[in-house]
């Protein structure tokens, strides 16, 4: 079926709109008319191929919320009408260490991304949610249990509520620890309600003076300008772990030295460019650890969503057309989003 989707032809061209085919759905698929699409960081550094060999045409998205309207012959868990998500990942082998954990993010054989992944569909990468449809095998399509009137709000958490989940809940993030989110954007504003939620003092790092308020409503504890270097210093060896998705290259060291022995700081930003080679001795004298993480499994995203449902989280959002995708680029490059921008994908029709 012949789709409306928006899309770039190349890394300097802006996105624009673009007809795409979507597969008839198999014995398993499931296929979606999409309500919202969230706009990750992840889609711009990928449109402008900031991290290279981006693909195209290219079709980002993936932070999907849409309504059922078609299953397959063998797909039980769906009926036509419910209301599903789909996030970063369409597909993995199912038959590695990682797969059978429930780890598809870390599949040994390599997973299939929601775009630019490795299809047999047309044109032969996948494309994402800035478009009216996607069909997904069910494995792969989440439960929404919020009310519908949420459902703009709930499409960021299939990708920055599951990036800062899956983080804070390997390392344990809970009452008792004391827990830092670095960057207030779409991931980290997510990352201070989820660990608020999970009952850690959690710290937001900003280097926005215009966000700290808005941290505190979000559930922070504390708030540290991080450009200020006595707020910094305030912190010094104090932290069990700290989530840091800053967009951009910037100084470790400032970050790991606020952790105590024995702490984490685990990166999930990718930045275009490389940070300065973290000081060995900030971790050496005091046992602490660099890790980092990517999204997360699709049974721990079914865990974060119902855990968001009942606990009424959504995400902060600022609802666009997607005629003005570009305008929210640069916005999100200037950190000066609040705090993620979702694609109301019936602008598509226009
Ligand atoms: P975003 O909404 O643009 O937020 C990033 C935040 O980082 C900004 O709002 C800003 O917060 C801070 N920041 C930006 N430039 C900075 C700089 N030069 N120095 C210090 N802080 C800066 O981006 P996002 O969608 O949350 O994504 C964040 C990163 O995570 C991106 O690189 C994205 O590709 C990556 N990502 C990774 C995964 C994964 O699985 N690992 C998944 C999704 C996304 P303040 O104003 O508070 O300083
Ligand atoms: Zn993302």
Redesign the pocket.
Same mark, same amino acid.
């Given at each position: 079926m012949t789709v409306k989707a928006y899309g770039a032809h190349a890394a300097d061209k802006p996105l624009e709109p673009i007809a795409i085919e979507r597969r008839e759905p198999g014995p398993h698929d499931v296929r979606i008319d999409i309500l919202f699409c969230g706009v990750?960081?992840?889609d711009l550094?990928t449109v402008r191929s900031e991290w290279g060999g981006t693909i195209y045409p290219c079709v980002p998205g993936h932070e999907i919320v849409g309504r059922v309207s078609a299953v397959g012959g063998s797909v039980d868990k769906f009926a036509v009408g419910e209301i599903v998500g789909v996030g970063c990942l369409v597909d993995s082998c199912q038959h590695c260490a990682s797969c059978g954990e429930g780890l598809e993010q870390y599949c040994e054989n390599g997973f299939t991304g929601t775009y630019g992944g490795a299809t047999p569909d047309a044109p032969g990468h996948t494309l994402g949610g800035y478009s009216e449809q996607i069909v997904a095998s069910d494995k792969f399509v989440l439960k929404i249990r919020h009310p519908e009137e949420q459902l703009a709000a709930v499409a960021p958490l299939l990708?920055?509520g599951i !990036?800062t989940w899956s983080p804070l809940r390997h390392w344990n993030a809970g009452p008792g620890k004391k827990v830092g989110i670095v960057?207030?954007?779409?991931?980290?504003h997510m990352g201070v309600k989820l660990a608020h939620a999970l009952g850690a003092h959690t710290v937001a790092f !900003? !280097?926005?003076e215009s966000?700290r308020q808005d941290a505190l409503d979000l559930g922070a504890d504390e708030v540290v300008v991080s450009r200020n270097a006595d707020e910094m210093a305030a912190h010094t060896g104090s932290f069990d772990f700290i989530l840091n !998705?800053?967009?951009?290259s910037?100084d470790l060291d400032a970050f790991t030295r606020l952790l105590k022995r024995d702490g984490t700081l685990c990166v999930?930003?990718?930045?275009e460019h490389p940070h300065p080679s973290p000081a060995v001795d900030v971790l050496i004298f005091g046992r602490k650890s660099i890790a980092g993480?990517?999204?997360g499994g699709i049974a721990e995203t079914q865990e974060m969503l119902d855990f968001c449902a009942e606990h009424g989280i959504v995400s902060e959002i600022e609802m666009i057309a997607v005629q003005d995708i570009d305008l929210a680029y640069d916005r999100?490059q200037r950190?000066d989003?609040k705090y993620?921008f979702v694609i109301d994908n019936a602008s598509l029709a226009a």
């Open positions: 990750c960081h992840s550094h990708c920055a !990036t960057g207030i954007g779409g991931l980290g !900003t !280097t926005s966000k !998705t800053v967009a951009a910037h999930v930003g990718v930045p993480s990517l999204i999100m950190s989003v993620r």
